[in-house]
């Protein structure tokens, strides 16, 4: 018999092996270690074990689901405000051929959201709302908690558990080894460093403290104490144990509203690759909203970044 249990100090060994048994082979998967499980999971701002079930036959553990209420995060990113009325589901990992293990784990974790006031039920990654630490970098593969093209099983006990699709979003990548496309870069970075200059803006960069995203930078564009422009860096540790690449993240990126259509948003982006190729970078990655049309022609025709995986939120509104 099967039973449900609360994340305990003794399963974590369990845990990150029933996560490596589940999705080794799938595209982009990372293994994940004890250590990671520990510094990306359950030292992250807002884990609480209870929220963490495990399903366990005859002490060997199958699988196991996370969950909890929408995280926000404020800028110092040690404190925190839970969303009860939106609950989301953070992982769930099980075998593919476990489909009714599949979707006891997914109905036990939305009746307690439900329970504790969650009107409405999110599966979605973690990294859709920047307010959500948990599972950065270790789900580098984003297979979890994410919905991709390759989680077929899970897509379709979601819909006939009445999920339905609200957001669709891409994750391209751009291969640094292109001497010519990082030349003409380089070039265009100078054209718009000039203009940004003649408005009075300065360029800085500075560390960040996030407690899910160690040693992250921030790219800043300036006027006197106010930030017109924002976007980040920095590289995921586990993508690159994992495939001997040096990938970076670029996340965040933010121009003011009355200084859009200047190409600013493009000059942040351009300093933060510069920056993030000095640092080592080989391949860089991020991820965006399909119907957000500036930003994704932005990252795809402006900047050269290459399409990767498509991957997806569903949700589930409660009582109807």
Excluded at 286 to 299: E, G, K, S
Aim: glycine fraction near 8%; hydrophobic fraction near 40%.
């Amino acid at each position: 018999m099967v039973e449900l249990q609360s994340l305990r100090a003794g399963h974590l060994p369990a845990l990150v092996d029933v996560w490596n048994r589940c999705f080794a082979g799938d595209p982009n998967f990372v293994a994940v270690t004890e250590e990671d499980f520990i510094r990306r999971v359950t030292s992250a701002v807002g884990f609480r074990p209870e929220r963490l079930l495990l399903a366990v036959q005859a002490d060997r553990v199958l699988g196991f689901v996370h969950f909890g209420p929408r995280l926000e995060l404020w800028e110092d990113a040690d404190t925190h405000r839970e969303r009860p009325e939106e609950g989301q589901i953070y992982a769930l990992v099980a075998p593919r051929s476990e489909r009714s293990l599949q979707q006891a784990l997914l109905d036990e974790a939305v009746t307690r959201l439900a329970d504790g006031g969650a009107q409405r039920v999110l599966l979605s990654p973690s990294w859709v709302f920047g307010s959500q630490p948990m599972y950065n970098g270790i789900a580098g593969a984003y297979e979890i908690p994410g919905l991709s093209d390759t989680r077929h099983e899970l897509m379709e006990l979601a819909a006939e558990s009445g999920f339905t699709q609200l957001a669709e979003y891409g994750t391209p990548e751009l291969d640094l080894s292109d001497a010519a496309h990082l030349e003409a870069f380089h070039a265009e970075g100078r054209r718009l460093r000039e203009r940004a200059r003649e408005w009075g803006l300065e360029e800085r960069i500075r560390t960040l403290r996030p407690s899910f995203f160690s040693g992250r930078q921030a790219v800043t564009l300036r006027r006197g104490p106010d930030v017109i422009a924002i976007t980040a860096y920095g590289l995921w540790e586990e993508y690159a144990r994992q495939y001997g690449r040096s990938m970076f993240g670029l996340t965040s990126v933010q121009v003011e509203p009355a200084w859009r259509g200047r190409g600013l948003g493009k000059l942040v982006m351009l300093l933060a690759m510069e920056a993030a190729r000095e640092a080592g970078a080989e391949v860089l990655h991020l991820h965006v909203y399909r119907a957000n049309a500036p930003a994704w022609n932005l990252y795809h025709q402006a900047l050269g970044f290459q399409p990767k995986w498509r991957w997806v939120t569903l949700g589930k509104e409660m009582g109807l």
